[in-house]
């Protein structure tokens, strides 16, 4: 019932309601898109918090920025719609002076009501405040110190409050309540899909842009939705001004320029931290912005933490540094970590979805607490800093801007644009000039990065910027160009020292800051002002110090040749008048002895030794034997000796380079024992000669492996592990693996030892040696198929009884991976453990529980991790698709319906979710209900879940590495095996072979290696029987199962259909498709379609139109 008008006014009289939040409230009601922020609903936190409460929420957005205006517009709109709150205010408010203040307002309008435990009242309200932001901070701070009393009041109370407002006021919320605060964070991840249908509803109703060509409106489409980046209020802006347009060439224009309306609302923010934040707060934030705005790409975390240590008055770094930028921060800055994981994730919110259920036996126990589970504590060393909408850094470099104040007492925020290029610029240079400056190796490493795009704006603005402060840039500048070191440009990222610099675009930026200069004449130094006039006048001089130097380290000090060369090179080019990426090269050989004998240094032993092994890394071998054995002659030492025997391996002529190899390898062990039993010598350089003796015995490995002499293969790589180098060992455990399978002399009982002998060892008490090895196979995401070393670890567990001992070494990674907070590598050992439930155990419902937590995780697209995230996820997604199908095709009527329909939902959403081309390589998972279909006699229903899969695979014989290209022609070959197209399936797999050029110990032609199955061990294997789990080098006779995907050689197919084979993989019941040798070498003949004789290219093309 309604209340009476009389009453109605009276109260009007006390509480003095605004119109304003109905007013906002109606225009968000008519500008709302349906079923934009819809996925709220969804959130865990949201759904925690609501508790299934019906009651509706409350919207208001304070017109005067005061709560106390807030809390009587509330209490009216509750006032109207609660006959029992009704009149209850009628008995308590008389006067406006009742609630006078915020504190009164409070206790008289909501506490003494639904935190009343006298009397029995039902009522409950659920409170929505916008913009708290924007209110102003006193008034704020004290309406979350009365709320609170009744958080932490044991009495349960029967208000719910939501705050929708900027990240900043977090810090606040967290201070007053002194307690975790529930937080959703809308972001671009989130909001895409509610941009996206905000955009596409907005052209439709458009007439200016509905009258542009659809091209032109798909480009205007397309770029509003990904120049948004989640900001609805861009998008917003940019149709007013598209819709002001009356031409499509000024549509366009206006996509990537700033709207208007837009600068005035970034100053707005800037003002909002000026009243807020402190002076030493302040200068931070003026740093932050300052150094985010001049880069050209992220700054890492650990720089910015150096960068404010150093500018610290006190020399200490900003405490919480990562906890600002993600809280109060948080409207200016999106921090990027390499496993995707964003602000949301890492504060818990959505974390049950994230968390491996308590039974699915994937970790023992977690130890973190509570208070963890809220910290970030990301890596600073890969954790990026950017903005977090590009508007707000084209804002900043606006020359024109500066920094914005919000009143005399608040300290200015902002970027002087042109003020901090030139000191950006000079704290880069000094670090690469002096090293040992103020900053460490963080900053120093951005420098290398980033002093050529920082010195573009310098120039750029060069007449407005200080006198002095040019002159310094200049100094510095000479310094490490005049007396160049080549010590300045190492950086702790790479081996080799950063010079990528050398073109004329440099020389042109460096030669104009000069010029600008007077010619360098106020620079005090004579020897430098000489220098800077040669340089003016023979601008390619500025180079000619640092090429000489770089000559130096290759052919005197034996640095590496490759890079050598290639700087040597680009210093030689610059000085003919050419750029570097420009040049048509010489003979390669005649260009690397030209170059080499530019320095004119002797050309004694060490020359021709660094000449040959460039020679050899360039693929010149015969030239590289002649100046290695010119330098045998003049010397002969061990390093030579070395290189010439990786010239003979590549040339096949494999007998001279063992007999090389293992002299090198007697000696190099003679020289660890010296090493070894010398006190004075440092861990280092002992690290370092153990190093070198793993590497030589790893070649040997290798080589034996092409002779076919696995015996000896065996002994040098197991040598190779004894030494427990972190660098080589996981490739030789691997190795070995694959060489033991082979043998076939009781592999898997010493494949066992082998895996518990290397879990004795730990390095550094922090990384245990097998942990090394799972974690290495999983992150060598570049090879085609990484599973097959986790199937050979399972199977050898089961036939030696210790699939208990596996299972615990597993859950053992996961929880140590888990712990140190990275999840993508506990993501990779989890997936591991499930198909060994699945397969091995007979534990399929804790496959399933890991299969759904991985599948339920989601990555930002585009960090270090992405590739890596998404094809561990899709394995995972495609073993649990097909045990969907396998347990349909057990089950009968209403169950099978039921897990057929799970099985078509999941793989629907799992092929409009296709985010890599990679995962292509890893499983297709929407093939399965594809399977089902074709089981069940509709074809056409079938090609339609393949033909994405398909698209995909055929879009690759563009590719330019082959590899890639061999890649999806097998997983294009196996689509086809499995869909039923038996005729494109064969030529396809026929066309997939190894590049290897040995076979059984000697050179082969490629004929001889095509004409019968080829079994190889070498990474260059193009398939692994998923029974015997030997490799292949080609796919001759190979049998590719129609059901399940899995490849099975000729001898254990038979012991499948008879039942002696390993019920691992595949079953009995299955069908498969073999297949015969070519007709020739691929390549040399035409492949038949149909009644056509095609090339490759024609092939492909004839595959796509007709699956298109």
């Known amino acids: 019932m309604a209340p009476s008008p009389r009453n109605l006014e009276r109260i009007k009289e006390v509480l003095q309601p605004s119109v304003y939040p109905l007013d906002m409230y109606q225009n968000i009601g008519k500008r709302r898109v349906s079923g934009t922020g819809d996925w709220i609903r969804n959130e865990l936190v949201f759904q925690a918090w609501v508790e299934k409460d019906d009651n509706p929420l409350l919207h208001i957005d304070p017109e005067t920025m005061k709560f106390h205006r807030a809390l009587r517009d509330i209490s009216f709109q509750v006032y109207q719609n609660d006959p029992s709150y009704r009149d209850y205010v009628h008995t308590r408010c008389h006067s406006p002076d009742d609630i006078k203040s915020i504190q009164a307002a409070w206790r008289v309008l909501f506490m003494d009501y639904y935190h ?70 809308v972001n671009a991840n989130k909001n895409i899909g509610d941009i996206t249908t905000y955009v596409r509803k907005a052209i439709r109703k458009s007439r200016a842009i509905s009258r542009v060509t659809k091209p032109q409106r798909v480009t205007i489409e397309k770029t509003l939705i990904d120049k948004a980046e989640g900001m609805f209020l861009w998008a917003d802006l940019m149709l007013t001004e598209l819709n002001g347009r009356t031409r499509a060439s000024s549509m366009l224009e206006s996509l990537h320029m700033a709207p208007k309306g837009l600068d005035a609302m970034l100053k707005h923010v800037l003002e909002t931290f000026s009243t807020r934040l402190n002076e030493e707060e302040a200068t931070d934030l003026n740093t932050i912005l300052a150094w985010v705005a001049c880069a050209d790409s992220p700054v890492k975390l650990c720089e910015l933490d150096e960068i404010l240590r150093v ?61 963890q589970e809220h910290e970030f504590n990301s890596n600073t060393y890969t954790t990026t800093v950017v903005f977090c909408h590009a508007s707000i850094r084209d804002y900043l470099r606006n020359p024109g801007y500066g920094k914005v104040s919000a ?111 007077d010619g360098g004449n106020t620079v005090d130094n004579i020897d430098m002002r000489e220098w800077i006039r040669v340089c003016i006048q023979e601008p390619a001089q500025l180079f000619v110090p640092l090429g000489r130097e770089v000559a130096s380290r290759w052919l005197v000090d034996s640095w590496d040749p490759d890079f050598c060369m290639v700087t040597v090179c680009a210093v030689v080019i610059v000085l003919g008048g050419d750029n570097p990426d420009l040049i048509t090269p010489l003979d390669p050989v005649e260009a690397v002895l030209n170059v080499a004998r530019w320095a004119k240094f002797e050309e004694n032993a060490r020359w021709h030794h660094n000449v040959g092994a ?19 002659a003049l010397e002969p030492t061990w390093d030579v000796k070395r290189d010439l025997a990786k010239v003979y391996w590549n040339q096949g002529q494999l007998d001279d380079s063992v007999q090389l190899w293992r002299e090198c390898e007697a000696q190099y062990t003679q020289l660890l024992a010296e090493n070894n039993n010398d006190d004075e010598i440092a861990e280092l350089e002992k690290a370092e000669a153990q190093g070198r003796l793993s590497k030589v015995r790893n070649e040997l490995g290798s080589l034996y492996i092409q002779l076919g002499d696995y015996s000896n293969a065996t002994h040098w790589f197991m040598a190779s592990i004894e030494l427990f180098d972190m660098v080589y060992i996981d490739d030789a455990v691997s190795l070995v693996i694959r060489v033991l399978i082979a043998s076939q002399h009781s592999p898997h009982e010493r494949i066992i030892q082998l895996l518990q002998k290397i879990e004795l060892k730990t390095w550094y008490d922090w990384d245990n040696c097998l942990f090394w090895v799972f974690e290495h196979n999983s992150q060598n995401w570049h090879i085609w198929d990484n599973t097959q070393l986790p199937l050979i670890f399972a199977v050898s567990a089961k036939r030696c009884n210790n699939l208990q001992w596996l299972e615990c070494k597993y859950q053992g990674a996961i929880a140590d991976k888990s712990t140190k907070k990275q999840d993508i ?18 534990e399929e419902e804790k496959a399933i529980l890991i299969w759904k937590s991985i599948i339920a995780q989601h990555r930002v697209p585009g960090s270090l991790q992405y590739e890596r995230f998404c094809r561990a996820r899709n394995r995972a997604a495609t073993a649990y698709a097909y045990r969907l199908l396998t347990n349909a095709l057990r089950e009968t009527e209403d169950s099978q319906a039921l897990i057929v329909q799970e099985l078509e939902k999941f793989c629907d959403n799992e092929i409009k979710s296709l985010s890599t081309d990679q995962i292509l390589f890893d499983g297709q998972t929407g093939i399965y209900i594809g399977v089902w279909h074709k089981l069940n ?172």
């Open 407 to 517: 009143g005399d007492d608040s300290t200015p925020i902002g970027v002087d644009f042109v003020q901090a290029s030139v000191n950006t610029l000079n704290v880069c240079l000094s670090e690469i000039a002096y090293g040992h400056g103020p900053c460490g190796s963080h900053v120093r490493n951005y420098a290398l990065d980033e002093w050529v795009n920082q010195l573009e704006h310098v120039c750029k603005y060069s007449d407005k910027i200080d006198q002095q402060q040019k002159e310094e840039t200049i100094v510095l500048l000479c310094q490490i160009f005049k007396c160049a070191n080549l010590e300045m440009f190492h950086t702790n990222a790479a081996p080799d020292p950063l010079i990528e610099f050398i073109d004329r675009h440099t020389i042109d930026l460096i030669v104009s800051l000069f010029a600008a200069q």
């Open 116 to 185: 009343n435990t006298l009397e029995d009242i039902d009522s409950k309200v659920i409170i929505v405040l916008d913009g708290i932001d924007e209110a102003f901070k006193e008034d704020y701070q004290e309406f979350l110190r009365l709320t609170s009393d009744f958080v932490h009041d044991p009495v349960k109370c029967r208000i719910k409050i939501v705050l929708l407002g900027r990240p900043e006021i977090y810090d606040d919320l967290m201070e007053a309540l002194d307690q975790y605060v529930p937080t959703i964070h």
């Open 825 to 842: 590598k506990a993501m990779c050992f989890k997936e591991s453990l499930a198909c060994l439930y699945c397969n091995f155990l007979g």
């Open 614 to 632: 460039c020679l050899s890394s360039l693929g010149h071998f015969d030239a590289a034997i002649e100046h290695l054995n010119h330098a045998l």
């Open 937 to 1108: 006699g509709r074809e056409q229903e079938a090609r339609n879940y393949f033909r994405p899969y398909v698209i995909q695979a055929i879009s690759y014989r563009d590719k330019y590495i082959e590899d890639d290209v061999m890649s999806a022609w097998r997983v294009l070959g196996h689509l086809f095996a499995m869909i039923g197209d038996d005729e494109d399936a064969i030529t396809v797999l026929q066309l997939v072979h190894s590049p290897f050029t040995i076979r059984d110990g000697t050179s082969a032609s490629a004929e001889e290696r095509m004409a019968s199955p080829w079994p190889l061990v070498v990474e260059d294997r193009v398939w692994y029987c998923h029974i015997c789990l030997q490799s292949w080098g080609n796919f001759v006779n190979c049998n590719i199962c129609r059901r399940c995907n899995a490849d099975i050689c000729e001898q254990c197919l038979e012991g499948l259909k008879t039942g002696d084979a390993e019920s691992y993989a595949c079953d009995s019941s299955h069908e498969w498709l073999s297949i015969p040798p070519p007709p020739g070498v691929p390549g040399t003949y035409q492949l038949r379609r149909g009644n056509q004789s095609l090339s490759v290219k024609e092939y492909m093309a004839s595959i796509e139109r007709s699956w298109m």
């Open 311 to 371: 500018g610290s008055k006190s020399n200490d770094g900003k405490l919480g540094l990562e906890d600002a930028l993600r809280t109060q921060y948080a409207s200016l800055f999106v921090l990027n970590r390499d496993d995707g994981l964003t602000t949301a994730d890492l504060a818990g919110e959505g974390r049950k979805a994230f968390t491996q259920p308590e039974n699915d036996g994937s970790a023992e126990n977690d130890d973190s607490s509570s208070e």
